[in-house]
């Protein structure tokens, strides 16, 4: 048995030396940049999200934007929760949906919120996490309701407050 696999590895041995190279750096990879690749799953399937709502233009957020880049401003830090807002949210439903004034309001109360995720007041993550989206939350009736003639934006801030407080 073992010289039949003796044989097997000296006509394959490419191959198979192709195979456990893959293996391991794929092993290490996993390992070493997990973060990096749970937010790039993330950010993928949340492009699309935006993406969708803004063709089928829904009158509400269903996606859980605002909670993911709140999670990896504090988790990752700044720059990955504004990569995340930007390349996960803001292109995807500027392409699909255009932007109006309300766009630049939204976009920069998102970065505010982005920014105070990043500096990590508390260590408490879910109560931290929960009080930032109840500041983004209250800023955003603000802002539809002064800025927006449109009532269901109104309604759409906490619609999407309290769908993605489930989310948490």
């Known amino acids: 048995m073992i010289k039949k696999f003796l044989k097997v590895c000296k006509k394959n041995k490419r191959?198979?030396?192709?195979?456990?190279?893959?293996?391991?750096?794929?092993?290490?990879?996993?390992?070493?940049?997990?973060?990096?690749?749970?937010?790039?799953?993330?950010?993928?399937?949340?492009?699309?999200?935006?993406?969708?709502?803004?063709?089928?233009?829904?009158?509400?957020?269903?996606?859980?934007?605002?909670?993911?880049?709140?999670?990896f401003s504090i988790k990752l830090g700044l720059g990955y929760g504004l990569l995340f807002l930007f390349l996960g949210s803001v292109i995807p439903s500027v392409i699909a949906a255009g932007f109006n004034h309300m766009t630049f309001l939204f976009v920069g109360l998102a970065m505010f919120i982005a920014y105070l995720g990043s500096l990590g007041i508390t260590d408490n993550f879910l109560l931290y996490g929960l009080g930032l989206i109840v500041i983004q939350s209250v800023f955003g009736y603000f802002i539809a309701r002064f800025f927006s003639g449109e009532p269901m934006t109104v309604f759409s801030v906490y619609l999407g407050f309290f769908l993605k407080e489930e989310i948490l």
């Open 15 to 71: 191959c198979i030396i192709t195979v456990a190279l893959t293996t391991l750096i794929g092993i290490l990879t996993i390992a070493l940049f997990r973060n990096i690749l749970v937010f790039l799953g993330f950010l993928v399937v949340n492009a699309f999200l935006n993406y969708y709502q803004g063709r089928m233009e829904f009158q509400f957020d269903l996606t859980p934007s605002l909670v993911l880049v709140i999670i």
